[in-house]
């Protein structure tokens, strides 16, 4: 066995290669006593809404909060229902469930392992309030006909965009727009391994419609505009000045970051391909794809065999997700979510980071390739 070390995510080696920016940045950052809600976080901010062309990025505590403070902002209830697929991070039904929201799932396509219009509609009712597609893995979902069907329905849609940030959408029209801003409201998330990570928790909501990030910014900070007179109930979720220095940062090569994502994806890709028992993931032509994972299938009963035998010879591999949400015990119900019943048995992904060297994912290529022969 050559001597190899293959991490899922290397965050210390990108911290390396833009250390000097960062460390100065955390140090004038602390040296200007401006700890929460300093300029930067403002700064930031503005940044990201220029880079995603949002009208308004608000910033919170985490990916969770974010989802939790939209679902506030729209005012729902206990007795409401939102969609969502069963297929994704707990965050996105738990964000809900937190509120006494009822969360209804809804099954996703075998090959993009995104959710539909179509796996959507089924479960509308006269409770349903909002439908909240999530861009998993980084690519987008086809929002044209949610979008539709949720004016069909008279829906809000809120896009959990914790894995797909800086991914784009083209509409029918030839319209392109960023994942996490089609919907009334978009989500994300800046947990270190995400796509764009801090050192730390940070999130942030998005919105075109000013009334609502009025709202959103009153309920990140405990339901104030004035100091002091409280208007709505809220929360406390906002992100530190420092998290704020490094996202600064970490946005202007965010581009880069998710296209060398899709460099090694397409080496993946064009070495898996023709092997019978797997399946690469599907990119529909509407959409780019960002990478937060590369997810394959594996058929045939064979994907924990893959994954012991990559793991005997020094190379990490993850299940996202072992148990989809509707089989957790919070969440336990009897639907049947043909799909997803599939994926948690057939899903594995392989490493794929910013900092991963070809002599590595060749190690990884040739190996996978060697266990299906
Ligand atoms: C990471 C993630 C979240 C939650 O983000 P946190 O910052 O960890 O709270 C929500 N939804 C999805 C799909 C995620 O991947």
């Known amino acids: 066995m ?7 995510v290397d965050l210390m080696g990108q911290y390396s290669k833009i250390k000097n920016e960062i460390d100065r940045n955390i140090i004038s950052s602390i040296e200007s006593g401006r700890f929460v809600n300093g300029p930067i976080v403002k700064e930031f901010s503005e940044n990201l809404s220029s880079y995603l062309n949002v009208q308004n990025v608000i910033p919170c505590a985490n990916g969770t909060d974010a989802l ?10 206990p007795g409401d229902e939102i969609i969502c697929p069963s297929w994704t991070y707990i965050a996105t039904a738990e964000a809900a469930a937190i509120l006494g929201i009822k969360v209804v799932f809804c099954d996703v396509d075998l090959h993009t392992f995104n959710t539909t219009a179509d796996l959507v509609e089924p479960h509308i009712n006269d409770n349903t309030k909002a439908i909240v597609p999530v861009h998993l893995y980084g690519q987008s979902c086809d929002m044209d006909p949610i979008i539709n069907l949720a004016k069909k329905y008279n829906l809000k849609i809120i896009e959990d965009n914790a894995q797909a940030i800086g991914c784009k959408y083209t509409f029918p029209s030839q319209k392109i727009m960023f994942t996490g801003t089609m919907g009334h409201i978009g989500t994300t998330s800046f947990y270190p391994s995400k796509n764009l990570g801090c050192y730390g928790d940070g999130g942030a909501i998005f919105t075109n ?7 959103i910014k009153m309920i990140v900070n405990h339901g104030e505009k004035i100091k002091y007179h409280h208007e709505i109930v809220g929360c406390n979720s906002r992100l530190d000045s420092i998290q704020a220095e490094i996202l600064n940062i970490k946005l202007k090569y965010l581009d880069v970051y998710n296209s060398n994502r899709q460099i090694m994806a397409n080496n993946y890709n064009l070495a898996f391909e023709d092997i019978n028992e797997i399946r690469i993931p599907r990119v529909i032509s509407s959409s780019k794809h960002v990478y937060h994972q590369y997810t394959l299938r594996v058929l045939n009963g064979k994907r924990d065999q893959l994954k012991n035998y990559l793991n005997d010879i020094g190379i990490p591999s993850m299940i996202y997700y072992p148990i989809p949400i509707h089989k957790q015990k919070p969440y336990i119900n009897n639907q049947i979510l043909e799909n997803t019943n599939i994926l948690f048995n057939e899903v594995i992904s392989l490493p794929i980071h910013t900092e991963l060297e070809n002599s590595n994912q060749e190690y990884i290529i040739d190996n996978v390739i060697k266990f299906f022969k």
Do not use: G, S, T, V
């Open 68 to 77: 939790q403070i939209a679902f506030m902002a729209l005012d729902l209830k």
């Open 209 to 215: 419609d000013n009334d609502l990030a009025d709202r």
């Open 2 to 8: 050559k001597n190899i070390n293959i991490n899922m």
